[in-house]
């Protein structure tokens, strides 16, 4: 379904990536480690499209991402949810009104938006916060009103760059509990960091870059 083919990128003439190759199968949870600057967000950008890579492929389903203009990219993000290390959420619209953002710019429907994003944050276990601000929610919970925005439009995929880097360890383990259940659901789940005691810890397929290489391809 995700394909990298001999990928190279760099910015002003510094090599980020070097030759990367790697295929992810649907379903797949799978971790991209490596020290910060090795490159991990770089593969993410490639992957929806917000960067091109110098040489090589980025394949995702029938896209070739490498290729696409920019009026054929928002096809392709509908079909990845994208979480990132400090949430994004609108500060001044409640964990509901964050989730049914995503399907109002779009122009849903008023009934059936009522109908999905209370199953949304049902599933990442907010369904008693719905009317809280982002201020008034802990860190876990600001990053699961992410995640229930990143899944309203049942993406194929879901990214999540450094979910936990801003999270305590409790709220780590939720996070990375709450990824793990949404791949048993059918998602696939890439999930970017260089926090290796999560790494362990999910035992999943495992890919690690360093010095623009990809030195490891390994299940666990
Ligand atoms: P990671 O996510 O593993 O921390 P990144 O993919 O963010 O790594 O960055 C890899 C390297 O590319 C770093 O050295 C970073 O400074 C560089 N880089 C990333 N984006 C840009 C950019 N837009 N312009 C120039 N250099 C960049």
């Known amino acids: 379904m995700i394909a990298f ?62 290729r ?14 994208i979480v990132f290390q400090d949430f994004k959420l609108l500060q001044t619209k409640t964990a509901y009104e964050n989730v049914a953002f995503a399907l109002e710019v779009e122009g849903r429907q008023q009934v059936e938006i009522e109908e999905l994003v209370p199953q949304m944050l049902d599933l990442v276990g907010l369904a008693d916060r719905q009317n809280h601000f982002p201020h008034e929610l802990s860190g876990g919970m600001k990053q699961r009103v992410a995640i229930a925005r990143a899944m309203i439009h049942r993406p194929s995929v879901i990214v999540a760059d450094e979910p936990t880097g801003n999270l305590d360890h409790q709220n780590t383990e939720e996070i990375v509990n709450l990824l793990l259940k949404i791949n048993d659901l059918g998602t696939t789940v890439i999930l970017a960091t260089h926090n290796l005691e999560i790494v362990k810890r999910v035992k999943k397929r495992l890919i690690v870059l360093d010095g623009g290489k990809l030195i490891k391809d390994t299940e666990h």
């Open 5 to 66: 083919h001999n990928v190279s990128k760099s910015y002003n003439f510094q090599a980020v990536l070097s030759d990367i190759n790697f295929k992810i199968s649907p379903g797949e949870f799978i971790s991209i480690t490596g020290k910060s600057g090795a490159g991990k967000s770089t593969i993410i950008k490639l992957l929806i499209g917000e960067e091109k890579p110098q040489k090589g492929r980025v394949i995702f389903g029938p896209y070739e991402v490498n």
């Open 68 to 81: 696409l203009k920019p009026n054929e990219l928002p096809a392709l993000r509908k079909k990845i949810g």
